[in-house]
């Protein structure tokens, strides 16, 4: 059962535009999200994150927006760069010890 | 200066060793976890260990053992390896004491396990 969907597994963006990533989840419980970014071989690595208490959270061209009502967050990149190309695993916490994560959705940006 | 980090990154076993994974954090931070990504590269946490307390995921066999010689270190200890252990396990800290919501873990480079 999983509890934070992302249900892009792929995602091509041209380099300059704005890259939109998707995320839904389904446990009422959870009150923060993160957004990682993940490069082959390597660890998660935290990009940004959002209290349930806010809608919107910047950070340079990072942004995230949360809706609760509809349980549903995105990740806006604007505008995308070649070195954003990576797997972006969306994840959630709350009463549970440990984040629930997504399973990810490749940004490509092409040239 | 890695931040969270593990050895070794590859493991290659026989099914039936027992191995161990190494994590060490220089954050100062008061809680470590341990995920497991699997071939559906779903990432699943396994443990959290905060101050001698020990939070276990109900689906981690008990082959499974975390062990914590100090706030700075979380070993994973695997007895009796299983071809489905293979997959990424990851080690990741928090600053907060409580290892719940509300915190952003940092993640090692992860341990690629492969048993054959």
């Known amino acids: 059962d999983q509890q934070v969907k992302q249900n892009s597994p792929s995602l091509s963006v041209q380099e300059g535009r704005i890259s939109i990533l998707n995320c839904d989840y389904t446990?009422?419980?959870?009150?923060?999200f993160l957004w990682y970014k993940k490069y082959p071989a390597e660890g998660p690595t935290f990009l940004i994150s959002i209290s349930s208490i806010k809608d919107k959270n910047e950070d340079g061209r990072f942004t995230v927006f949360l809706n609760k009502s509809a349980k549903h967050l995105s990740l806006h990149i604007v505008p995308s760069q070649p070195g954003d190309s990576a797997v972006y695993f969306c994840a959630a916490s709350g009463s549970a010890d440990g984040l629930t994560f997504g399973k990810g959705t490749h940004l490509i940006i092409q040239p | 200066d890695t931040a969270v980090s593990q050895t070794p990154k590859y493991l290659v076993t026989q099914m039936g060793n027992d191995k161990s994974i190494k994590c060490e954090q220089n954050?100062?931070?008061?809680?470590m976890y341990w995920y497991k990504q699997d071939s559906k590269k779903f990432l699943k946490i396994m443990f959290s260990y905060n101050n001698k307390e020990l939070i276990i995921n109900e689906t981690v066999p008990n082959r499974f053992s975390p062990k914590s010689p100090d706030k700075a270190h979380l070993n994973l200890h695997i007895n009796s390896l299983e071809l489905g252990d293979s997959a990424v396990y990851f080690c990741?800290?928090?600053?907060?004491?409580?290892?719940?919501?509300?915190?952003?873990?940092?993640f090692g480079p992860g341990t690629r396990l492969l048993v054959l």
């Open positions: 446990n009422s419980m959870f009150d923060y």
């Open positions: 990741a800290s928090s600053p907060g004491t409580s290892g719940r919501g509300g915190e952003t873990q940092y």
């Open positions: 954050l100062g931070h008061d809680t």
